[in-house]
């Protein structure tokens, strides 16, 4: 039987309060069970960040669209990364803002620094990484792709 860790984990009142709320509505018949999926969930997400190899999937970059420079820069980090930048996908949900989504697939350490740029930049609000590691292509030793 494979071991089990039990930890603890210190949570503001409000954050605790959504998580009971959001996993009752879910039909999650623990707050454990939640937080156990949510660990899990933040391991998936974040793995891309660890591997060695080629990483494949798409940065989701909120930005002001009142802002021409941002655009700008948005635009000279994606030629900038032109050899991991496969397409980029233009959203405006709201007169304030823009969605960008851009496609990547390739070196891994590079993608890392696209998404290091893209963080940085004034008027950016929030970036996003769906990435995954391409399964056997550069793993670490017993690493599931």
């Not at 999650?28 to 990483?55: C, Q, T």
């Not at 959203?91 to 740029?117: C, H, M, T, W």
């Amino acid at each position: 039987m494979p071991l089990v860790v039990k930890t603890g984990v210190a949570l503001p009142d409000p954050v605790y309060r959504q998580l009971v709320e959001i996993a009752s509505k879910m039909g999650y018949s623990s707050v454990s069970k939640a937080m156990r999926d949510a660990v899990e969930l933040f391991i998936a997400f974040n793995r891309w960040w660890m591997h060695g190899g080629p990483v494949t999937g798409a940065l989701l970059v909120l930005c002001s669209s009142r802002s021409a420079s941002t655009a700008q820069q948005i635009g000279d980090l994606v030629r900038r990364y032109s050899d991991v930048v496969r397409a980029e996908l233009l959203l405006n949900p709201s007169p304030e803002f823009q969605l960008r989504i851009i496609a990547v697939a390739g070196d891994g350490s590079r993608v890392k620094q696209l998404y290091k740029e893209a963080i940085r930049l004034r008027g950016v609000v929030s970036v996003q990484a769906s990435l995954v590691p391409v399964p056997g292509s550069g793993a670490a030793a017993g690493e599931e792709g």
